[in-house]
């Protein structure tokens, strides 16, 4: 799980990469294992999006939950589908998004996230309904969402192919110049193995759209019968 030190280191990189500074950013596994980073990737113009990243923004709709908007990148897109509202857990992050403009994101612990409004739609861009870190606790995660999802709501997310286990958990830490931050856990799941966590939730997923790196998926409530191209 995301914690909000190592998020902050993250989001201390994000600021200095948006006033020049172009030192590298990692997260280190435990095993040691370094790997880098990109932070240009969170600073993308709207037409270096991917295809799968714009096929989920265009199928949002109604009020909005970005879960994990980091810089905002996403933001001024789903604010065209409809009423969007962008959270992360780190406050470093949240001010790069408001210093690109993005207004209507928040400093916010999605497991914690008091709010009695509902959503019609909510996201999960850039691999993160790993930010949960455990299989225990992606499914407590699962139970907050389907919470806040009206009736009729998705969840919508873009994962990462995982074809021969059921998932992978790592532990990680960002190191940025001369700091390491606290590790934190990220999960990635095979398809037929969330579509299980879904189902003891009484939600149902299904595949979009995927390639040889990536799904594109979409969450309902069991309530909620899904259209004939759905199923």
Excluded at 15 to 38: M, N, T, W
Excluded at 40 to 53: D, L, T
Excluded at 104 to 119: L, M
Excluded at 162 to 179: Q, S
Aim: contains cysteine; glycine residues 8%.
């Amino acid at each position: 799980m995301k914690t909000k030190q190592s998020m902050d280191l993250f989001g201390e990189a994000l600021k200095a990469y948006a006033l020049g500074d172009r030192d590298k950013f990692y997260f280190k596994e435990a095993s040691g294992e370094i790997s880098e980073c990109s932070l240009k990737r969170y600073f993308r113009k709207i037409a270096q999006i991917s295809k799968s990243e714009r096929n989920l923004i265009s199928l949002s709709y109604g009020d909005i939950l970005d879960v994990g908007c980091g810089t905002g990148n996403y933001i001024p897109l789903l604010a065209k589908r409809g009423n969007v509202i962008g959270i992360d857990i780190s406050k470093n992050v949240i001010d790069v998004a408001k210093m690109k403009g993005c207004k209507n994101c928040i400093v916010a612990d999605i497991f914690t996230f008091p709010t009695k409004k509902k959503f019609d739609t909510i996201t999960f861009l850039g691999g993160n309904l790993g930010i949960a870190g455990s299989v225990d606790k992606t499914k407590k995660l699962l139970k907050k969402l389907s919470n806040i999802l009206k009736k009729d709501g998705q969840i919508l997310a873009i994962l990462r192919r995982l074809p021969d286990k059921k998932y992978v958990a790592v532990e990680l830490r960002p190191v940025w110049k001369n700091k390491t931050g606290p590790k934190f856990g990220w999960i990635h799941f095979n398809i037929n193995f969330l579509s299980d966590l879904c189902r003891q939730e009484e939600l149902r997923l299904k595949v979009l759209q995927g390639n040889k790196h990536s799904y594109l998926v979409r969450i309902v409530k069991n309530s909620l019968p899904l259209p004939p191209h759905y199923k």
